[in-house]
């Protein structure tokens, strides 16, 4: 089964609009969840993480997510899109405990339009 | 701190011979992992280890070995590669419930 699931492959946005990536997963004990941007040759990098407490978290570059445990769900945004957030985002769980295995999602294309 | 880091960046195999990929990591992270990346794929995950002296399989480990005898490297063989294989390789260490951090790659084809 699986464990992330991101819909869609390719999000098109207008710079200043606001930027929506969906990630569900699927967790019978608390997860541990993550958002990763990885921009063009290069490696991943993280956005922000939920491990435990406030469920709105906020990031670097002014993404948020909130963790949503009645939706299964922690969809990553930002209110306003702008050219350089062009890049592929890779929801992922970490469920089992520490040092448990990282699963991610297929990820997600995000182009931005001037 | 180099942080994680990959060797080579770049390389090309025929099928059939053997490589081995290495990761080595200064953080004194227990965490370590090798995923591999291909267009509209995600990352799968390898292979991981939760310490020295202990590995398990990921999704995807057939054709793959590894072993962690320190806490530092976390070398990945191929042992016959095939052209399935072409892929981008990475390798990431983290400790607890905290991010994995990735290093930057490694571009492997097999012809």
């Known amino acids: 089964a699986q464990s992330v699931t991101q819909l869609g492959s390719h999000v098109s946005v207008s710079e200043g609009a606001l930027v929506l990536l969906r990630c569900n997963y699927s967790s019978s004990v608390p997860p541990y969840l993550f958002w990763y941007v990885q921009y063009p040759n290069q490696g991943l990098q993280l956005l922000l993480k939920?491990?435990?407490?406030?469920?709105l978290v906020k990031g670097i570059n002014g993404f948020e997510a909130e963790f949503k445990k009645s939706e299964t769900s922690f969809h990553l945004t930002k209110p306003s899109a702008h050219m350089s957030d062009a890049a592929e985002y890779f929801c992922a769980v970490r469920k089992g405990g520490a040092n448990s295995k990282l699963t991610f999602g297929k990820g997600i294309t995000l182009s931005v339009r001037p | 701190n180099a942080g994680v880091t990959q060797t080579p960046k770049f390389q090309v195999l025929k099928t059939g011979q053997s490589m081995t990929l290495q990761c080595a990591q200064d953080?004194?992270?227990?965490?370590m992992s090798w995923y591999r990346q291909d267009p509209g794929m995600g990352l799968r995950l390898i292979h991981y280890s939760v310490g020295a002296g202990i590995t398990d399989q990921g999704e995807v480990p057939n054709g793959y070995n590894v072993s962690r005898s320190t806490t530092e490297d976390f070398p990945l063989r191929l042992l016959s590669a095939a052209p399935s294989q072409t892929s981008v390789y990475f390798c990431?260490?983290?400790?607890?419930?905290?991010?994995?951090?990735f290093g930057q790659g490694t571009r492997l084809t097999v012809v």
């Open positions: 939920y491990t435990t407490g406030a469920t």
């Open positions: 990431a260490s983290g400790r607890g419930v905290t991010e994995a951090f």
């Open positions: 953080m004194n992270h227990e965490y």
